[in-house]
């Protein structure tokens, strides 16, 4: 059940944000399969050091509120070009990508350039309830 919340909240929202190694980043994503998945790099939203992580947290926000709903543990999965997840994941990115300037070259280059990440949720969620009040300005609040 915990999963399936996460990936309601992943699939109406266009940002999640993103926190490890003590910073928090908001990016675009697609929900693919069962995880969020990002393009970072290169020219692409910037995520330091996403491929020496484990494990990061995703905060998830109402579409409606953008109220801070849940917060959620995934796994980091860096995907090659030979993954079986390569092919659905930069599909579906590039089909997401607003004012993508070289959509006919997108993913040959983010495979040069960028690294393409899964993030697949543990199933360990953090309700509003359990979720401190001191986040940090990037992240979204929670409602009051």
């Known amino acids: 059940m915990n999963t399936d919340l996460v990936a309601d909240l992943a699939k109406k929202s266009g940002l999640v944000w993103v926190?490890?190694?003590?910073?928090?980043?908001a990016v675009w994503h697609e929900?693919?399969?069962?995880?969020?998945?990002?393009?970072?790099?290169?020219?692409e939203q910037p995520l330091p050091g996403i491929t020496e992580q484990q494990t990061v947290v995703l905060s998830l926000r109402s579409k409606s509120s953008r109220a801070l709903v849940a917060q959620a543990e995934a796994r980091v999965e860096v995907l090659s070009p030979e993954s079986e997840h390569w092919a659905p994941a930069t599909s579906a990115l590039?089909?997401?990508?607003?004012?993508?300037?070289?959509?006919?070259?997108?993913?040959?280059r983010w495979d040069r350039e960028s690294v393409i990440v899964r993030l697949v949720p543990t199933g360990q969620v953090t309700l509003p309830d359990g979720i401190p009040s001191t986040l940090g300005r990037t992240a979204p609040h929670l409602s009051t």
């Open 19 to 25: 926190a490890y190694a003590g910073r928090t980043h």
């Open 94 to 108: 590039k089909s997401g990508r607003l004012n993508l300037v070289d959509s006919d070259h997108a993913i040959e």
């Open 31 to 43: 929900w693919v399969g069962d995880a969020v998945c990002i393009v970072s790099g290169g020219t």
